[in-house]
């Protein structure tokens, strides 16, 4: 049973490029979540998706940042007209649907996106 | 809003002795706090949750507490080993359901020395 997959696992993109940041959770989860990890600084909460939905996006800018979570494929974080502060590691989580009202996150050994 | 603090410094310890890290936490009282593992260059990984009417939680070597009074938890490694070596991230929900964002700390980087 495969993990959480990320890719790529770095990107270098260059000021006002498109970042596309691509997440599989593991298999039998329907539930994704994406942060962001400045050095120095913790894990940032971005968005929470199920399939189709977004279900929490107060993490995530509202300018240049979008997710989405198709019924097929991966869950998929864009950043558009990248800038220099884009720069970080972007972790994605998964978890299986709510069987009991806890679960764990599983995280993707996340992207290092560098913004020249 | 939430607040989530853990020792800054890092921790030197000695192999076999008991590693402790606190986790500190302000304002509403989480529905359970969840401590991760992660080394550099890689995701966190999972490593113990407790509830909020639980006192105690074991697995192996590791051992939390939680005081909701104190608003704190203490993870515990007995026995420490040098592969123990890591940051230790404590990571809180403000409640169960459909709201499962969970806020995080900064983490505390352990050393363990042979």
Known sequence: ?116 | SQKIEQNSEALNIQEGKTATLTCNYTNYSPAYLQWYRQDPGRGPVFLLLIRENEKEKRKERLKVTFDTTLKQSLFHITASQPADSATYLCALAKEAGNNRKLIWGLGTSLAVNP
């Open chain 1, 1 to 116: 049973n495969a993990g959480v997959m990320q890719n790529p696992r770095h990107l270098v993109r260059r000021r006002g490029q498109e970042a596309r940041l691509r997440c599989s959770p593991m298999k039998g989860h329907s539930h994704v979540y994406w942060y962001r990890q400045l050095p120095e600084e913790g894990l940032k909460f971005m968005v929470y998706l199920q399939k189709e939905n977004i279900i929490d996006e107060s993490g995530m800018p509202k300018e240049r940042f979008s997710a989405e979570f198709p019924k097929e494929g991966p869950s998929i974080l864009r950043i558009q007209q990248v800038v220099r502060g884009d720069s970080a590691a972007y972790f994605c989580a998964s978890s299986p649907p709510a069987a009991g009202r806890i679960e764990t996150q599983y995280f993707g050994p996340g992207t290092r996106l560098l913004v020249l």
